[in-house]
């Protein structure tokens, strides 16, 4: 691809001489497992996001399911959540033994649709997992509302939100507990698998950190089931590089969403992201929908042209097999045939920009 849907090229030249010494100090200090570095992050991100506790684990799915049991949620509980996501966030309420429960979104942000929450909750619900999607915060003030009336946990997906706000405030530090994921391709992207979890809760936050080790506070003293999640120590040292970088290259994402709506603004066919005035969009997928056509067609007519693009997602998570569901959700069923993310990256140039938008206006013959 000429323009690919993604890329760590720039970003890696960048940085590679500053992250490989980094990498040659770990191994040189021969701590690969729950090392200095883990720690280090984990303080310089807790002060980054202005949160008590951060808790670097193996992966984003990890950080899900570890948080749900750390809260308490298990077998025969009820988690409500949207079914427009990635398959870990109803994956990690399932894997603990409780049932997702699947609202609905709201048309123009892809979040839920807080308004059909209340509708939902029975005497099984036990906590509410919002999606801040593609970059977007959910709209958190009404959920935590319902979370209080109701004596409910609230465990944000914030995989694909580092650096969001909402109302000035860091996704991820607003619900009970935060889940992130540094899987390469994020906004804060390791160079493998890596997660967070965060919370101001010092119950959550002491289970969680037995969790992630096997259940043990101290080493071979293992008090409860857990888990191997523990944060390489290279990647910690690799995020610890790149987390003095997000502002600036969350910025570059929000220039680039800026060039897309001069070059696309006014096309009849596409509906580009839409920001509320709450929250600060940091733009980890540049999602659209397809409103003319035929979504699947301009997907291949940009690769004709060397373009590349992604579906997020094309199968709402109710209708994959393990769930199965007949159920009532209609954006959620009419937007997996209609969204389309363009390519998006930091360092990506208004002239790229302007070729996918010619090949879009191409499409459309406009």
């Known amino acids: 691809m000429r323009i690919p849907p993604f890329t760590t090229e720039v970003e890696t030249k960048i940085l590679k001489e500053e992250i490989m010494q980094e990498i040659e100090r770990v191994i040189d200090s021969g701590k690969f497992i729950m090392g200095p570095d883990v720690k280090a992050f984990e303080e310089e991100v807790s002060e980054y996001l202005g949160v008590k506790h951060a808790i670097g684990v193996n992966s984003g799915t990890d950080a899900l399911v570890i948080s749900l049991l750390a809260a308490g949620i298990g077998e025969g509980d009820e988690v409500i959540t949207t079914s427009f996501t990635f398959f870990a966030t109803a994956e990690a309420i399932s894997q603990v033994g409780a049932t997702p429960v699947f609202v609905d979104i709201e048309e123009d942000t892809y979040n839920l649709n807080v308004s059909l929450i209340e509708e939902k909750i029975t005497q099984k619900t036990k906590a509410i997992i919002p999606v801040h999607l593609y970059g977007q915060a959910a709209d958190m003030d009404p959920i935590m509302d319902l979370a209080s009336k109701y004596n409910l946990k609230v465990i ?4 694909q939100a580092f650096g969001s706000l909402y109302k000035e405030r860091q996704v991820g530090t607003i619900g009970d507990a935060g889940c992130y994921s540094f899987f390469p391709t994020k906004n804060l992207g390791a160079y493998g698998d890596g997660g967070l979890i965060t919370t101001n809760d010092d119950e959550i936050a002491e289970k969680a950190k037995m969790l992630r080790v096997h259940g043990a506070k101290k080493k071979y003293h293992n008090e409860i089931l857990g888990f191997n999640s523990r944060l390489d120590s290279i990647q910690a040292a690799i995020l610890r590089v790149k987390l003095r970088k997000i502002d600036e290259w969350n910025e570059g994402r929000r220039r680039v969403d800026s060039y897309y709506k001069k070059y696309l603004g006014d096309i009849d066919g596409i509906i580009l992201p ?13 999602t659209t929908t397809i409103t003319k056509g035929n979504r699947d067609e301009l997907q291949n007519h940009l690769k004709e042209k060397g373009i590349g693009s992604m579906v997020y997602y094309p199968i709402p998570v109710h209708k994959l097999p393990l769930y199965d569901l007949d159920i009532d959700l209609p954006n959620t069923n009419k937007l997996a045939d209609m969204v389309l993310s363009l390519p998006i990256y930091p360092h990506m140039s208004e002239e790229d920009v302007k070729e996918v938008a010619e090949a879009i206006k191409e499409y459309f013959r406009y």
């Open 274 to 286: 839409t920001e509320r005035n709450f929250t600060k969009h940091v733009h980890h997928q540049y």
């Open 156 to 159: 944000e997906d914030v995989a």
